[in-house]
């Protein structure tokens, strides 16, 4: 049987990896709440809006004979 575990060890130990390049800034901890809602409270409540339609017509373009 192939010593396999042996095999991987050694490639592995015979190419490491490179050292880590310096951190340019600290490690930080991520705000527990959001970003947008830290802006403040949304008013999202539902409103009524009252939409009218006004039909303006030409006379002389309604002046069709009646049936």
Request: charge should be positive; hydrophobic fraction near 35%; avoid cysteine.
């Amino acid at each position: 049987m192939i010593d396999l575990i042996g095999k991987i060890s050694r490639a592995v130990l015979a190419d490491p990896l490179p050292p880590r390049r310096v951190r340019g800034s600290p490690r930080i901890v991520k705000r527990a709440i959001s970003k947008h809602r830290a802006k403040g409270q949304i008013d999202r409540t539902n409103h009524r809006a009252a939409i009218t339609i006004d039909v303006l017509t030409d006379p002389e373009s309604t002046t069709a004979q009646a049936p």
